[in-house]
């Protein structure tokens, strides 16, 4: 069965407590070899800049998401992406680089 796109409540840095802002985000939850893995897309990103130099510095990110189905995950993040084709749609897309763990 594929994994279905699911919308996201929020994302916090971990070790902050800051939160990302965006207006519109969606998650992908996979299992691999029974651990589960994560992709994010935040679309209209307030701080793409900040992202965008960690993807470009190739650092990961530590974070907590919640869905809107109630439930919470930690992990480290790779920024893939950071779209910023007009100031309407900076797009950024993460995904887990190691096994995700629900809280």
């Known amino acids: 069965m594929p994994a279905a796109e699911k919308e996201l409540k929020d994302?916090?840095?971990k070790k902050?407590?800051?939160?990302?802002?965006?207006?519109?985000?969606n998650y992908i939850i996979t299992e691999v070899d029974e651990k589960q893995?994560?992709?994010l897309t935040l679309n209209n990103v307030e701080q793409?800049?900040?992202l965008e130099h960690r993807k470009d510095e190739n650092?990961?990110?530590?974070?907590?998401?919640?869905t809107q189905e109630g439930d919470k995950f930690d992990?480290?993040?790779k920024v893939t992406t950071v779209n910023r084709e007009n100031e309407n749609s900076n797009t950024v897309e993460?995904?887990?680089?190691?096994a995700i763990s629900q809280q």
Do not use: N, P, W
Not at 16 to 25: C, D, L, P, Q, T
Not at 94 to 98: A, T
């Open 75 to 77: 992990g480290t993040l």
């Open 37 to 39: 893995h994560c992709e």
């Open 94 to 98: 993460l995904e887990s680089k190691e």
């Open 11 to 13: 994302v916090y840095m």
């Open 48 to 50: 793409y800049e900040m």
């Open 59 to 66: 650092q990961d990110i530590e974070v907590t998401f919640s």
């Open 16 to 25: 902050s407590g800051e939160s990302i802002r965006f207006a519109h985000g």
